[in-house]
């Protein structure tokens, strides 16, 4: 029997080809996909912990940690302590990292002005009312 395909699984196969699609683009500008991650989160979070990339990553501390490291060794971070609180530490990008950042900015954002010239804009801004509706849905009704 064919397992029916649903909407939600096709989503899905959407954001996984979306996510090579951008390990791809941080590859061809020499960033390794875990940089590209925090790079991105850092250029719009500067200061922000490395907790907090664990929890939008949705993946454990000491991953980012490891990343974190690596990115400071490589110069793409630097890492200050937080005045408020001596035990917690802010991330923000060096030079090399916002060079990085509007680097795969621009390589994204022409990625995206192909998906709107492919899709239409009409059509675009029907899939994106429905889907900020749907993920309404599933954040209030299957909670």
């Not at 990343?67 to 609180?85: F, H, I, N, Q, W």
């Not at 802010?90 to 030079?95: A, D, Q």
């Not at 239409?120 to 900020?132: A, I, S």
Request: glycine share 4%; hydrophobic share 35%.
């Amino acid at each position: 029997m064919k397992k029916r395909r649903t909407l939600m699984y096709e989503m899905a196969q959407t954001r996984c080809a979306w996510n090579a699609h951008m390990r791809k683009i941080a590859l061809s500008v020499g960033i390794p996909d875990s940089y590209r991650r925090v790079i991105m989160f850092v250029h719009r979070n500067p200061g922000v912990s490395q907790r907090s990339i664990a929890e939008f990553e949705d993946v454990t501390t000491s991953a980012v940690n490891q990343v974190v490291k690596s990115m400071l060794a490589e110069g793409y971070l630097r890492k200050e302590t937080d005045p408020l609180d001596k035990r917690s530490c802010k991330l923000y990008l060096t030079e090399k990292g916002e060079d990085a950042a509007h680097m795969l900015r621009k390589k994204l954002n022409e990625s995206d002005d192909a998906i709107t010239a492919f899709a239409g804009e009409e059509q675009e801004k029907e899939l994106m009312d429905f889907l900020r509706h749907l993920t309404e849905f599933i954040q209030k009704e299957l909670e």
